[in-house]
C-alpha cells in the first residue's frame, strides 16, 4: 500500500470523517500527514547526508594512509670494512657508532652501478638512501661486533622520494624540475626493481618508533606510550575524584543555593574550551608547581581537569537512576547511610559511571588544544618510560606531521589517524560493552 493510499485511509478512518467533518478541517488533517511526511523525509536525507559524509572522510583517509603501512627497502651487499670502522675486537658501541656507514652505504651503491662517476651523481645516488639507514648499520655491527671485516646483504630504507615514487604518488610524466626524483634516478630505481633488490615491505618502523624529520622513519609507538602515560594519570585522578564528589553532591549534600551554585558550575565547566584548561595547566602546574614541560604528568593532570565535570555529571546521573526502595531497604536493615551508598546503590550504578568514565576517556585521547599549551608540541624522539619524561601524544604528533611539507607526510598522517580511530573505537566498544554486561533495568 502506498503513503497517499496510507494517508487516504487515515483521513478515513479519522473520528469524525466523512459526512460529520468539513472540506476545511479535511483539508487540514491533510496538510498534517503531509507535514509528518516532509519531515520524515527530511530527517532521512539527514541521516543519508550524515552516513555519505562520514563514508567520504573514511574514505579518504584510509586511501591515504593505508600505504603508510608499508615501507620500501632496497637490499645492498655493505662490506664492513675495519678502516671505515672500529678495528676488529671492537665493542664499545660509542666507538661503533661512529664509524663512517655513510661510507659503506655509497661503495656498495656504486659498485651496484659502476658507471656513476661525477660527484653529482654520486649525491643522486646516495640519496636514493635514507638517513636513518647509517644507524641502522651502526645497530647491526653494536649487536654483533663480528661482522666488523665481513660482507652482508643488508636490507635498507630508501629515502622518502623513492618511497613515495615507488608507491606510484609521482607523476613521472611532469618536467625534471617539477619533481624531486630524477630521471637518472628513475633509472636506477627500475633497475633494482627489475632485479628484485627493491620492494615494498611491511613497515614496522611505523609501529615500533618515534618521531623523526624523516617521513620514513617516523613512527607512532612514542605517541601512543605518550598517550597511554597522559590517560593513566588522567584516569588515577578523575576517576576517584568525581565518583566521591557525585556521591557527595546527589546523596548527602543539603539542597540549598551554594549546592545550587556548585551544581551550576559543574555543568558549565564541561562546556568550557579545553584551551582554557592548557591555560590553567600552564599558569598553575608549571607556573607555580613547576612541573617538567611536554611530560605526561602534566598533561594527564590537565585533562583530569577537563575529564572531572563529565565523569560527576555521568555519575550522578547514574546514581539518580538506582531506586530509593535499594537505599530504603538497606537502611531498614540496619546499614548507615554511607553504607546503603558504597554497598548498594554505588555498584548497582557502576555500569553508568564507567561508561560516562570511558567516553571522557575517549573525549580526552583525542584533545590537543590543552596540551599544546603545555608544551607536548615538542619535537621528541625517544620513546618515554616514565610520566615524568618529555613525551607527546597521538593527537599532538598528527597536529605536527599534518603541518610539515614533505610529501612522504600526508600518508603518515592519515595512517596516525587510522591508529587513533582505533583506539577510539575500542574504548567507545568497552563502554558499550560494559553497560550491556551489567545494566540493570528497573
Known amino acids: 500500500m502506498t503513503d497517499m493510499a496510507v494517508e487516504n485511509s487515515a483521513i478515513a478512518a479519522a473520528p469524525g470523517a466523512g459526512k460529520h467533518m468539513t472540506e476545511a478541517a479535511t483539508r487540514r488533517l491533510k496538510a498534517r500527514y503531509a507535514a509528518e511526511r516532509r519531515f520524515r523525509l527530511i530527517g532521512l536525507a539527514a541521516i543519508v547526508f550524515s552516513l555519505a559524509a562520514l563514508a567520504v572522510l573514511l574514505t579518504t583517509i584510509l586511501s591515504n594512509g593505508f600505504t603508510a603501512f608499508r615501507q620500501t627497502h632496497v637490499r645492498l651487499e655493505i662490506e664492513f670494512t675495519a678502516d671505515q670502522l672500529a ?14 656507514y655513510g661510507a659503506l652505504i655509497l661503495n656498495a651503491l656504486q659498485q651496484r652501478f659502476p658507471e656513476v662517476r661525477s660527484r653529482g651523481e654520486r649525491r643522486q645516488l646516495q640519496g636514493l638512501i635514507s638517513a636513518g639507514a647509517e644507524s641502522q648499520l651502526g645497530r647491526m655491527v653494536v649487536a654483533d661486533p663480528g661482522l666488523i671485516g665481513t660482507k652482508r646483504q643488508v636490507w635498507l630504507p630508501t629515502s622518502s622520494d623513492v618511497d613515495v615514487f615507488m608507491k606510484g604518488q609521482v607523476d613521472t610524466e611532469a618536467a625534471e624540475g617539477e619533481r624531486k626524483i630524477k630521471d637518472t634516478q628513475v633509472k636506477w630505481i627500475e633497475a633494482l626493481r627489475a632485479s628484485g633488490d627493491l620492494e615494498l615491505q611491511f613497515n614496522t618502523r611505523f609501529f615500533t618508533g618515534a618521531d623523526s624529520r624523516e617521513p620514513e622513519l617516523v613512527g607512532v609507538w612514542g605517541g601512543v606510550v605518550g598517550s597511554f602515560y597522559t590517560l ?5 585522578v578523575a576517576f576517584p575524584l568525581g565518583i566521591m564528589a557525585a556521591i557527595y553532591l546527589e546523596e548527602f549534600s543539603p539542597k540549598n543555593r551554594w549546592t545550587e551554585i556548585i ?52 555519575a550522578r546521573a547514574a546514581l539518580r537512576a538506582v531506586p530509593p526502595s535499594i537505599r530504603q ?12 551508598v558504597l554497598h548498594h546503590a554505588l555498584p548497582l550504578a557502576m555500569p553508568g559511571i564507567l561508561t560516562g568514565t570511558i567516553i571522557a576517556m575517549a573525549h580526552a585521547l583525542g584533545e590537543t588544544a590543552p596540551l599544546l599549551m603545555i608544551g607536548m608540541v615538542a619535537f621528541i624522539v625517544d620513546v618515554p618510560v ?3 619524561d618529555a613525551s607527546t601524544v597521538l593527537p599532538v604528533q598528527v597536529f605536527m606531521w599534518a603541518d610539515s611539507a614533505e ?36
Open 87 to 100: 678495528p676488529p675486537g671492537t665493542t664499545d658501541p660509542r666507538q661503533i657508532m661512529q664509524g663512517n
Open 232 to 236: 593513566l594519570i588522567t584516569l588515577i
Open 263 to 314: 551544581e551550576v558550575n559543574i555543568n558549565n565547566l564541561a562546556a568550557v574550551p579545553s584551551i582554557v584548561y592548557g591555560l590553567l595547566g600552564l599558569a598553575v602546574f608549571i607556573g607555580f608547581f613547576g612541573m617538567p614541560r611536554s611530560a605526561p604528568l602534566v598533561g594527564g593532570l590537565v585533562l583530569a581537569l577537563m575529564s572531572l565535570p563529565v565523569i560527576i555529571i555521568a
Open 329 to 340: 531497604a538497606a537502611l531498614g536493615l540496619g546499614a548507615s547511610p554511607l553504607q546503603a
Open 386 to 388: 616514565s610520566p615524568v
Open 407 to 442: 610529501r612522504g607526510f600526508v600518508e603518515k598522517t592519515s595512517a596516525a589517524i587510522i591508529v587513533l580511530l582505533v583506539f577510539l573505537l575500542l574504548m567507545n566498544l568497552a563502554a558499550i560493552l560494559l553497560r550491556k554486561k551489567f545494566e540493570r533495568r528497573w
